[in-house]
């Protein structure tokens, strides 16, 4: 039991592990000749604990493993951070430079239940005459589903992503026009960079919500021109999203076309001790993008949070009718050999979408690959630190002069309940597992 509790300590928590077969040689190597001399360790799965070796799923969502999209979270949190604050190889120097927090939503398509509110922030009755409560189960789903417009609602889902792309092409021509500049010239001058995130409404319709910065040339490490500001920078952004459109397919004589929601909402980014109650910090920014990096569909529609293997399967689960329509729409319109390129029922489960949840141009901070290998190593060091210092000096003797040969193939997914009842026993709590958080 004391090795299996090692076993499922390693895994931070996670209750739903990939199960791998094989095996992991270390030999000695001579530098010098190249030759492989004896074995130094060898690690069989089958003598370990579990009769396999258990590795994170590292899941995003919270549904599926709550300890992996912890970790994600985290991650996330300080990937935005880094963008605002500096750190993680960012200099702190990019706190200066102007930002804005930007959402951009789905248009419409068919009157939804919901809690309008009138300028005073008072919550008005819904179109149907109630007062919905602000967790009420209905809210989001269309008034009358007989005339709401299921298929163009998945197919803009499954053109947000590049209804995105097209949004940022234009947004680097607005914000060249305003400073005088040409599209040739601008990258001489400025970079525009961005992380974003993707959430979807009650309604089951992706928007998203991005941190938009410009920066000097090299990106965050150089100082944006005396022209940039936020102001031309929000100018900009409601210009471009205006005129940024995707052509959609004809289908039984209707033309689709894409184009994102009138509701656009720009605001500026202060810094983190900026006391304003109105106004958004750095923090509550980082705090509010990493919360949606860990959620899908199933978060907001009650849909699924895993592809479909068959439609069938939609009559063995409990979602809600609105979430069962926009998956058959989206699994009928898949079988359309004209929007094959889509591959609507891959994605029937994420009512169409099939875009990264969370992208950023890549000088907007560091990368999750970052963090998870400064992670990797922090560990690495904790657990080295912890041994005699000969046995240390051996290690790092061997690691100069060490041959690895590693085979390992795909076993299952997931525990045991005595094992899951386990893991999740020794999961850290909240916060308290051992991170680099140091720029």
């Not at 001790?273 to 919360?291: H, M, N, P, Q, W």
């Amino acid at each position: 039991m004391p090795s299996l509790v090692r076993q499922l300590r390693g895994l931070g928590g996670c209750t739903n592990p990939v199960r791998l077969d094989g095996h992991r040689t270390e030999y000695q190597l001579n530098t010098q000749t190249g030759e492989i001399g004896r074995v130094l360790h060898h690690l069989d799965s089958s003598t370990l604990p579990a009769g396999r070796l258990l590795v994170r799923c590292n899941n995003r969502r919270t549904t599926r493993c709550s300890a992996c999209a912890e970790t994600y979270r985290r991650d996330t949190y300080h990937l935005i951070t880094a963008g605002l604050r500096g750190g993680k190889g960012t200099p702190e120097t990019v706190a200066a430079h102007p930002r804005v927090f930007a959402t951009f939503t789905a248009p419409g398509f068919g009157p939804v239940h919901n809690r309008p509110a009138d300028r005073r922030g008072i919550v008005r009755p819904c179109r149907c005459g109630t007062l919905h409560d602000q967790d009420d189960g209905i809210l989001g789903t269309p008034l009358d589903p007989a005339t709401y417009d299921y298929e163009a609602a998945v197919l803009w889902n499954a053109h947000a992503g590049m209804l995105w792309r097209r949004f940022s092409i234009y947004l680097r021509r607005e914000v060249a026009k305003r400073a005088g500049l040409t599209q040739r010239a601008f990258p001489d001058h400025a970079r525009v960079s961005f992380a974003k995130v993707a959430e979807y409404q009650r309604r089951g319709a992706v928007h998203f919500h991005a941190v938009i910065r410009v920066d000097g040339p090299e990106g965050g490490s150089s100082a944006p021109p005396a022209w940039a500001t936020a102001e031309l920078l929000t100018d900009a952004i409601a210009a471009a999203t205006a005129k940024a459109t995707v052509p959609g397919p004809v289908l039984d004589g209707r033309a689709h076309h894409f184009t994102f929601g009138r509701q656009l909402d720009v605001r500026p980014i202060r810094s983190a001790d900026f006391d304003g109650s109105t106004e958004l910090t750095e923090r509550a920014v980082a705090a509010y993008i990493a919360k949606y990096a860990t959620k899908g569909a199933e978060a907001a529609t009650g849909t699924l949070d895993r592809p479909l293997k068959f439609l069938a399967e939609l009559d063995r689960v409990r979602i809600t009718e609105h979430a069962r329509r926009l998956i058959r729409t989206a699994w009928t319109l898949g079988a359309r050999r004209d929007l094959e390129e889509l591959r609507l029922r891959a994605w029937a489960h994420m009512l169409g979408f099939r875009g990264h949840f969370s992208t950023k141009t890549r000088r907007y901070s560091t990368t999750l690959g970052a963090l998870r290998t400064a992670r990797a190593e922090w560990r690495r060091a904790e657990a080295l630190a912890a041994l005699p210092e000969d046995l240390r000096r051996d290690l790092d003797d061997q690691e100069e002069t060490t041959y690895v040969l590693a085979h390992w193939s795909f076993a299952g997914i997931g525990l045991t309940r005595g094992e899951e009842w386990l893991a999740a026993t020794l999961a850290p709590a909240p916060g308290t597992e051992g991170e680099p958080t140091h720029g």
